[in-house]
């Protein structure tokens, strides 16, 4: 596939870095020549300079030949532009990111089929539903869904005073009965682990569970997990990511104080909103904090724009008695070392922003990807092709990668958690776990036969 990806920040590195490893031929446009040379060393990419939004420059670069385009500069009109322009020749798929609400916001006049654009995204608005979903999954510390939202996989930190440390999956199984959950990895010391029979839960293993959405109380209470609403919220940062997640968390009777330094912002919060307790001051002060009540704080919430703000907010917060932190990170480099100083979940814009982009972009039988955070895996949900190689036998009798899962099986509107005696068929969705070096053979698995 050949990929043109207009915007050389944070979200356009990110994906280039990704395409680049699956071996996709990628073309990265920009106006800042020094950027560009940096990121042709590190990576296998084509760089052009110059603007997205110039013909000239797109024409150069080889639209006429690009399967799929993305425009993620730090313009909304660059990225707009560069779309419209792209229409005028055999792209695939088109994908523009803004941040204007204008583009956002359901029935308005510039929407994705007005602007002939296929998926509009906001990191904003990316950021503050990846926010909320972990807000219902509270004791999650990551969250993808699956066909339709009605497969989750959850990441979970097991604690030292966990009960199952010192199981196998085999006790597990024998315990637990019935299969309700499928364990697709262990992540220790930063390696990913594709877990069998004999491999034992340790403290302070991040494992990944696939769970169907209705059965994740049930799922949660055979682990020793216990996600509930909070109810008391602070939000530091009442910028766009704030104010969006607040009015979302407003619906849910949630008692909300949000902490903004800049006053005439926080005039625009109190009309805007309306039950949360908008303060006028400095997310760092200590004093101020407390006198409002972090110390009783279900939940932090630090989205300010900058990263020391939100790393020493939230661990201000959590030493007073706040229970649990979401903390905004740009530095995506950052982030494994947070959880070591106390941050239960680090966020990046960059990640969440292309994971969305990601599983949007269809490839071939596969319909959606995600990455998952702080490890060299992916998971994807893929059609099973019309070949003999899937002609009705239990998962047990094929030989799947090593280095793979299958944690679910998506059969018209009915998904089921997989067995060894399940049987799959042309057609049907699997939501599969995978390492990056099984990622080829996986592609190989799933081919349609010649």
């Given at each position: 596939?050949?990929?043109?990806?207009?915007?050389?920040?944070?979200?356009?590195?990110?994906?280039?870095?990704?395409?680049?490893?699956?071996?996709?031929?990628?073309?990265?446009?920009?106006?800042?020549?020094?950027?560009?040379?940096?990121?042709?060393?590190?990576?296998?990419?084509?760089?052009?300079?110059?603007?997205?939004?110039?013909?000239?420059?797109?024409?150069?670069?080889?639209?006429?030949?690009?399967?799929?385009?993305?425009?993620?500069?730090?313009?909304?009109?660059?990225?707009?532009?560069?779309?419209?322009?792209?229409?005028?020749?055999?792209?695939?798929?088109?994908?523009?990111?803004?941040?204007?609400?204008?583009?956002?916001t359901p029935g308005m006049s510039l929407n994705e089929e007005a602007l002939g654009v296929d998926l509009l995204i906001s990191p904003d608005w990316a950021m503050a539903d990846e926010i909320l979903k972990l807000i219902h999954v509270s004791e999650a510390f990551d969250t993808v869904e699956f066909a339709k939202g009605k497969v989750?996989?959850?990441?979970?930190?097991?604690?030292?005073?966990?009960?199952?440390?010192?199981?196998?999956?085999?006790?597990?199984?024998?315990?637990?009965?019935?299969?309700?959950?499928?364990?697709?990895?262990?992540?220790?010391?930063?390696?990913?682990?594709?877990?069998?029979?004999?491999?034992?839960?340790?403290?302070?293993?991040?494992?990944?569970?696939?769970?169907?959405?209705?059965?994740?109380?049930?799922?949660?209470?055979?682990?020793?997990?216990?996600?509930?609403?909070?109810?008391?919220?602070?939000?530091?940062?009442?910028?766009?990511?704030?104010?969006?997640?607040?009015?979302?968390?407003?619906?849910?009777?949630?008692?909300?104080?949000?902490?903004?330094?800049?006053?005439?912002?926080?005039?625009?919060?109190?009309?805007?909103?309306?039950?949360?307790?908008?303060?006028?001051?400095?997310?760092?002060?200590?004093?101020?904090?407390?006198?409002?009540?972090?110390?009783?704080?279900?939940?932090?919430?630090?989205?300010?724009?900058?990263?020391?703000?939100?790393?020493?907010?939230?661990?201000?917060?959590?030493?007073h008695g706040t229970k649990r932190c979401i903390t905004k990170i740009t530095r995506h480099d950052f982030i494994p070392m947070l959880g070591k100083l106390g941050i239960d979940v680090a966020l990046s814009p960059r990640r969440v922003a292309a994971d969305m982009i990601l599983r949007y972009v269809r490839r071939g039988s596969i319909?959606?990807?995600?990455?998952?955070?702080?490890?060299?895996?992916?998971?994807?949900?893929?059609?099973?092709?019309?070949?003999?190689?899937?002609?009705?036998?239990?998962?047990?009798?094929?030989?799947?990668?090593?280095?793979?899962?299958?944690?679910?099986?998506?059969?018209?509107?009915?998904?089921?958690?997989?067995?060894?005696?399940?049987?799959?068929?042309?057609?049907?969705?699997?939501?599969?776990?995978?390492?990056?070096?099984?990622?080829?053979?996986?592609?190989?698995?799933?081919?349609?036969?010649?």
């Open positions: 596939m050949r990929i043109m990806i207009v915007g050389a920040g944070l979200v356009g590195q990110y994906l280039c870095s990704k395409f680049s490893s699956e071996g996709q031929e990628v073309i990265l446009i920009d106006r800042n020549k020094e950027k560009l040379d940096r990121i042709e060393k590190d990576l296998n990419i084509l760089t052009v300079h110059g603007s997205g939004a110039s013909a000239r420059i797109l024409a150069e670069a080889g639209i006429a030949k690009t399967d799929l385009f993305i425009a993620v500069t730090d313009s909304d009109e660059v990225n707009l532009v560069a779309c419209i322009m792209s229409k005028r020749y055999d792209v695939q798929t088109r994908i523009a990111r803004v941040r204007s609400e204008d583009f956002l989750m996989l959850l990441g979970y930190v097991v604690s030292e005073n966990n009960p199952h440390v010192g199981k196998s999956l085999f006790d597990l199984g024998r315990q637990h009965g019935t299969h309700q959950y499928v364990m697709t990895a262990i992540i220790r010391d930063g390696e990913t682990i594709i877990p069998r029979g004999n491999d034992i839960i340790k403290d302070g293993d991040k494992i990944y569970l696939m769970v169907l959405k209705h059965e994740i109380a049930k799922v949660e209470q055979l682990f020793n997990f216990a996600s509930r609403l909070p109810s008391k919220v602070f939000i530091i940062g009442g910028g766009d990511i704030g104010y969006l997640v607040a009015r979302q968390l407003e619906e849910l009777n949630i008692e909300i104080k949000i902490v903004e330094e800049n006053e005439e912002r926080c005039k625009f919060l109190s009309e805007n909103l309306a039950h949360s307790l908008v303060l006028n001051f400095d997310g760092l002060e200590a004093h101020d904090l407390l006198e409002e009540g972090i110390d009783f704080a279900d939940l932090i919430i630090a989205v300010t724009g900058s990263d020391t703000t939100n790393i020493l907010s939230s661990l201000l917060a959590k030493h319909i959606s990807v995600a990455t998952i955070l702080d490890s060299d895996a992916e998971v994807m949900e893929v059609t099973v092709p019309d070949s003999k190689t899937f002609s009705n036998h239990p998962l047990k009798d094929y030989k799947c990668p090593r280095g793979s899962v299958v944690g679910a099986i998506v059969r018209g509107d009915e998904v089921f958690i997989p067995s060894g005696e399940s049987v799959i068929a042309p057609g049907d969705n699997l939501v599969i776990f995978f390492t990056k070096d099984a990622a080829k053979e996986i592609d190989d698995f799933f081919s349609p036969d010649e």
